[in-house]
């Protein structure tokens, strides 16, 4: 409690706070749509994505209310990009701050995962919106849907402070991390049904990887239970416990890494 | 320890500088297998630099540029860490050693404002109560809903400096904010330094500004290619930063009514007698050791312009001054033909050991005089000239 204290001090909050709207303030600075753009960007991606490969491709016909699960699928997935690639870049954006003044390092990553908690927020909002145009059934299983959101969001943190620092070093990282990111959204069965891998142990491989876990999880907490889980793969053996330790490890190694780095930052931007 | 404000103990700081930035996993990928040869150079930026300030204090910190003074502020603020050494502090330090850190243009300068409070630890309940205060003290009370980008930089100054000196804290740091501004809002800055100095706060204080040291502070360090050079009064310090630049020769840094050296023999009489065919530089030095290895010299120059017109010493004419024993008082005479044209000039007066490496003392504008009854010239010189036809 008294590290929370001091990690959630007076001066912390305010300027957590501070940076955050300053964040996004500047983020649709001289659009006209402005704020309206953190919807109307995965709303635009959904409906290409919903006409190529729902309307013309004839993916997820086995799925009941098929479009609400793929939407949910990318707000989600766009989340862990959004915030991934932002906080990517934040410690050697805010450069000139760590070279002028001392304040927490971490809280720089921080203020860019609350920037996109933020708008995955916004974007729930119309995903529920969307529940409700196609009547979906709300199960007593959308409860979990937080605490899936929770994993989601400690994965994305350990890779942001590990990539944030890294990035200070070494500037490919960010052409490396968009073609992973690139790579990561077709391993990940957010178009695709997994009903359509036929394989089993390339179906058991996908679920090694946390969003691929979290997102099935999500939508079979939230949309239908139809979606196919880790639970279903593995029929309920320890495997199914795999991801989470990989957040886990990714967590406490992105926190070590970072921590490493913090005390140099200033010097090596 | 207790009246023990900062305590620097032996405070070492390398940098590693690549050599190509090496900022590229290609770049790490060539080093690893170079076994990390090409990549680095270090740079010893701060070596062994040991000292304390007090409580109350108005510290200064000189050195020329490069000399590693920001980058000990920079570890005195937490924002580098030490190779080696460690440095203690003893209560609140302000974060910040720049004005306006984490501006940012494309907000508005009330937004701004927040911005930089939160940097300096405060919340927006404590930012909205001081808030006009601040605006009023910038005098920018039409302008906080404009972006800062539309600012002058005078403005954006005295926005961040009224911010600035709301930061509560017991020990502050100051990089070079003499630098910019206005005379205004030097004033204003003055004005505050002296609030501070009564008050008793302990402030540190790194610039360029001699006339800050001595005005402000009650005791100064300089360093020197990151080594502690000296730490004493303020006095000993300005003098010995001027000394610096005297090492250099170029004229440019010489500004009028300076003096350098050691200080072991002085300049304590110097005049200029002008006749029509004659100048008689007469000077008068004081001893304030034994020395024996000596050299005299003089430079007269035009004192606008600070272009030499003459210049020697006992060395160039191969004489070997005597040598004077302490508390010695010695009048030399120099005669040079008057071939000056109109103008005001001035002479400094010099006195170094016969390698000329060591310089005792060198006073600029010991003797300023005015010449007007030559005819005119445009030549830059105007020695007596004589005409007649020839036969």
Redesign the interface.
Known sequence: MRLFNRIFS??N???L???V??DF??RY?GSFLGYAWSLLRPLLLFVILYVVFVRFLKLGNDIPHYPVYLLLGIVVWNFFTEMTVQSLGSIVGRG????????PRWLIVFSSSISALINLGLNLIVVAIFMVINHVDVYGTVLFAPLLLVEVYLFALGISLFLSALFV?????GY?WEVMLQAGFYLTPILYPLSRITNATLQKLIFMNPMAQAIQDIRYSAVTHKSITIHHIFDGGWYMFIPYGIVLLMLVGGLTYFKSQA??F??NI | MDDVAIKVDHVSKTFKLPHEKQSSVKGALISVFDGGKRTYETQQVLRGVSFDIKKGEFFGIVGRNGSGKSTLLKMLAGIYTPTEGKITVNGKLTPFIELGVGFNPELTGRENVFLNGALLGFSRSEMLAMYDDIVKFAELEKFMDQKLKNYSSGMQVRLAFSIAIRAQSDILLLDEVLAVGDAAFQKKCYDYFTELKRNGQTVILVTHDMGAIRQYCTRAMMINDGKLVKVGDVETIAQAYIALFSDDRSANDRDSQERWGNGKQKTIDARVDVSDKQLTITITFQAYEDIDSLLYGFTLYEKTSKINVLESNTKRLGIVSQAVKKGEKTTIIWKVPNILRNGEYAISSATCDESALTYYDWLNDAFVFTISNKVETAGAVNPEVHFSYGK
């Open positions: 007076k001066q909050r305010a300027l706070s501070e940076l709207r300053t303030k500047l600075q000139d701050l760590i070279r002028k003044i001392r304040i070093k070494f500037r490919d990282i490396i005390s140099s200033a010097e």
